[in-house]
C-alpha cells in the first residue's frame, strides 16, 4: 500500500473546501453546537468516558502479560449504543466525541461501535455481534507500541516512518496470539489494513485469505478515521468519505460488506439539510443507489439538482 493511500485511509489527508473558506466550518459548527447541547449528547459523553477509561485498563492489561475477561467492557460498549436510538444519532455521537490528541483508545471504541452497527445492518447472530465488537476494541492495539511521537506526527511521513507505523497490525497481532482469545480478534488486530486487490499490508492478501471481521473491522477504521478532525483539517463529511469509499470500494472492500455500509451511511441522512460546495444551501430528496454520494438535492429557492449529472458536490451537513 503507498504511503499516499496509507495517509488517505489512515490520517484522512483529504479536504474539500467551501469555496469561500470559511462556509462549511461555520456551518459545521452551528450543526455541531446543536448536537452538543443536547442532554442526550451529554450522557453519552459522560458513559462514553467511562468506557475510555476501561479499555485503557484493559490494554495495559494485555501489554502487561495479562488477559482478564472483557464482560464488563463489552457490556458497556454495547451499552452506548442506546435503545431507540437513531443511527443519525448515533453518528451525530461519534462524530462530536472528538479527541485530536488520542491516536488510539478514542479511535478503537469508535472503531468497535460502528463494527457493531455495520453488524447490525449484516443481521450477524449476537454471540457473533460480541465479537466482533471486541475484534473493533483491540484492532489498533499494536500503536501502544509505536512511538507517540510517530503517531501524532503532522504531515507527511518519511519512508522510514511509514513503515514503523505499519508495523503496529503485526505487533498487534503478536500481543494476542498468546492469549486465549477469538481467532477473529486477533486476525482483525493483524489483518484491518489488508485491501481484497492485495494492496494492504502486512500481508499483502487478497479476498478470501482475510478475516470477515477484519473486513468489516478495515470498513468502520476507515470511516472513523476520515470523519476525525485532524491537527491540519476539519472532519470530513460523511458524503465526502462515501466519495472516497466509491472511488475504489468495490476494489480493496468486500462487495457485501461495503455497499452494505454505504447504502446505510447515505440513508442515515436523508431529506437532511446540506451545504453545496458552491456555498448553497440544499435538502437531500433523493438518494442516487448508482452513486449514493452524488444524491437529488433541493436547493432552498426550489430548484432540484441532479448531483451525479454535475461537478458539484455535497461539502458538510448543517
Known amino acids: 500500500m503507498s504511503q499516499t493511500s496509507f495517509a488517505n485511509t489512515t490520517h484522512g489527508n483529504i479536504s474539500n473546501p467551501a469555496p469561500d473558506g470559511k462556509s462549511a466550518p461555520h456551518q459545521n459548527r452551528i450543526y455541531s453546537q446543536a448536537v452538543k447541547q443536547s442532554p442526550a449528547f451529554m450522557s453519552f459523553q459522560v458513559d462514553f468516558a467511562v468506557c475510555l477509561n476501561e479499555l485503557t485498563d484493559y490494554f495495559n492489561a494485555i501489554i502487561s502479560g495479562s488477559c ?13 449504543l442506546r435503545p431507540g436510538q437513531t443511527t443519525i444519532d448515533f453518528f451525530d455521537m461519534l462524530h462530536n466525541l472528538r479527541h485530536v490528541d488520542d491516536s488510539i ?23 457473533d455481534l460480541e465479537t466482533l465488537t471486541f475484534a473493533g476494541l483491540l484492532h489498533d492495539i499494536g500503536k501502544s507500541l509505536i512511538p507517540e511521537d510517530l503517531l501524532n506526527k503532522q504531515g507527511k511521513l518519511t519512508n522510514e516512518e511509514y513503515d514503523l507505523l505499519c508495523q503496529h497490525a503485526q505487533l498487534g497481532y503478536d500481543l494476542l496470539r498468546p492469549l486465549p482469545l477469538d481467532s477473529h480478534v486477533k486476525n482483525a488486530a493483524l489483518m484491518h489494513h489488508e485491501r481484497c486487490d492485495g494492496s494492504g499490508y502486512p500481508g499483502k492478501a487478497t479476498t478470501e485469505a482475510i478475516d470477515d471481521y477484519a473486513h468489516i473491522i478495515a470498513i468502520a477504521d476507515v470511516y472513523d478515521a476520515m470523519t ?44 437532511n439539510h446540506v451545504l453545496l460546495s458552491d456555498g448553497r444551501a440544499a435538502n437531500i430528496v433523493l438518494l442516487n443507489r448508482h452513486h449514493l454520494s452524488k444524491p437529488l438535492v433541493q436547493l432552498d429557492n426550489g430548484e432540484c439538482i441532479d448531483l451525479s449529472r454535475s461537478e458539484l458536490y455535497i461539502n458538510s451537513l448543517i
Not at 482478564?68 to 452506548?80: G, I, N, R, V, Y
Not at 483508545?105 to 454471540?127: D, E
Open 68 to 80: 482478564k475477561a472483557p464482560d464488563s467492557l463489552l457490556k458497556k460498549t454495547a451499552s452506548l
Open 105 to 127: 483508545y478514542v479511535h478503537c471504541l469508535n472503531v468497535a461501535l460502528i463494527s457493531r452497527m455495520i453488524g447490525k445492518w449484516l443481521k450477524i447472530p449476537a454471540r
Open 228 to 271: 476525525a478532525a485532524r491537527t491540519y483539517r476539519a472532519p470530513l463529511c460523511p458524503f465526502q468519505v462515501i466519495a472516497e469509499f466509491e472511488k475504489d470500494g468495490l476494489q480493496k472492500y468486500k462487495p457485501k460488506y461495503i455497499l452494505t455500509f454505504l447504502e446505510h451511511i447515505a440513508s442515515t441522512y436523508q431529506n
